[in-house]
T-cell receptor, first 114, second 115 residues
């Protein structure tokens, strides 16, 4: 059972380059999320998708776009990378409004923008 | 605005000790609270989820309690082992309607259990 799968695991970009982080889950969850984790700042929500076909901004959406391709897949795109976007990115999924709506995380993407 | 704080930021204990990790939140109107474990270079693993109507949840050597009125949760680890070394984070899901899908995370407590 794979759970939440993220690709790539590592990426180095130059300022101004673009890239897409891919995420897929096989738990039939309705909700999916993208977080970034920075030292001393905990995890901050970038975007989320409550269900297939919907996306909403989180706490730190500037510089990012997302696509909920289908129920399984939720991608995060950096159109023009900036050094401030150097971070570890996590995708997560859950089935909200149930008695056990635990959040399941992928293993993360470590992104460096030079 | 909900804020979640975890103190201390780091903790080192000898193997076998019982220990308590703390999590505090500023707005008591929460929907649920989760405790996570994060190993270096890995994602987060949900350990325990406590609904707002519950006082505690247990899983093996772990026990999490919730006191909404005081804005506190504790994670109790019994008979700690070196394999428990990791960063432990708590996250609160607000009860506000417009934040139904948003968790607010603490910065975590980095635990080292010495053999």
């Amino acid at each position: 059972n794979a759970g939440v799968t993220q690709t790539p695991k590592f990426q180095v970009l130059k300022t101004g380059q673009s890239m897409t982080l891919q995420c897929a889950q096989d738990m039939n969850h309705n909700s999916m999320y993208w977080y970034r984790q920075d030292p001393g700042m905990g995890l901050r929500l970038i975007y989320y998708s409550a269900s297939e076909g919907t996306t909403d901004k989180g706490e730190v959406p500037n510089g990012y776009n997302v696509s909920r391709l289908n129920k399984r897949e939720f991608s995060l795109r950096l159109e023009s990378a900036a050094p401030s976007q150097t971070s570890v990115y996590f995708c997560a999924s859950s089935e909200p409004r149930t008695t056990n709506e635990k959040l399941f995380f992928g293993s993360g993407t470590q992104l460096s923008v030079l | 605005k909900q804020e979640v704080t975890q103190i201390p930021a780091a903790l080192s204990v000898p193997e076998g000790e019982n220990l308590v990790l703390n999590c505090s939140f500023t707005d008591s109107a929460i929907y649920n609270l989760q405790w996570f474990r994060q190993d270096p270079g890995k994602g987060l693993t949900s350990l325990l989820l406590i609904q707002s109507s519950q006082r505690e949840q247990t899983s093996g050597r772990l026990n999490a309690s919730l006191d909404k009125s005081s804005g506190r949760s504790t994670l109790y680890i019994a008979a700690s082992q070196p394999g428990d070394s990791a960063t432990y984070l708590c996250a609160v899901k607000s009860g506000a309607v417009d934040s139904s899908y948003k968790l607010i995370f603490g910065s975590g407590t980095r635990l080292l259990v010495r053999p």
